[in-house]
């Protein structure tokens, strides 16, 4: 049981984000985004944040590096198998909620995908050194969660110089505007 309340640490967290989101009239497209975002997060956060009922080795495509009790694998592009291209398509819909909420420089969506690949790896190793999550650490998850952020975000960029644009207007969210205060 110790094992999931990581999770259900975070999925209260991503509620509250939800909340504070929806705490402000919204069109119907923004709820749509926020709502969604909300249920991705929450996937996302299943896959990665809890444990595993394998155990490592059954069918060994390449020898882990061991970090304490953590298989690691810190050698780019070595083990290739079908997760690595999975992890791509799981971040895609982050990097097309990046660039629902906000315009971003193409150097900061790549930052931002690789600082999001290191903190679920980096989240993975300390869960699975403290609560035995059967988990591995891998480089190459970090690589194909920052490709995945930055192909999202560009497939909306180029939605964006189509007659689509209206449609991803329409899920676009809005910043709050700013009020100012007068003084009298």
Not at 58 to 63: A, D, G, K, V, Y
């Amino acid at each position: 049981m110790a094992q999931w309340l990581p999770y259900l640490a975070y999925v209260l967290a991503v509620l509250i984000g939800m909340g504070v989101l929806t705490s402000r009239r919204r069109g119907a497209g923004e709820l749509v985004t926020i709502v969604t975002l909300g249920i991705y997060l929450t996937v996302v956060g299943y896959l990665t944040l809890t444990p595993t009922s394998f155990a490592y080795g059954i069918i060994p495509t390449m020898e882990p590096v061991w970090v304490g009790v953590v298989p690691t694998n810190p050698i780019p592009f070595r083990g290739i198998e079908l997760d690595f291209y999975m992890n791509i398509v799981m971040m895609v819909p982050m990097g097309v909620y990046l660039a629902l909420f906000k315009k971003w420089s193409g150097w900061r969506i790549l930052l931002i995908g690789v600082l999001m690949g290191t903190a679920i790896e980096s989240t993975q190793f300390v869960l699975d050194t403290v609560l035995h999550m059967s988990r591995w650490v891998d480089i190459n998850d970090v690589m194909t969660n920052a490709a995945g952020v930055v192909i999202g975000y560009y497939a909306v960029a180029l939605l964006k110089r189509t007659p689509f644009r209206r449609v991803v207007q329409f899920f676009m969210v809005k910043r709050p505007a700013v009020q100012t205060i007068k003084h009298a």
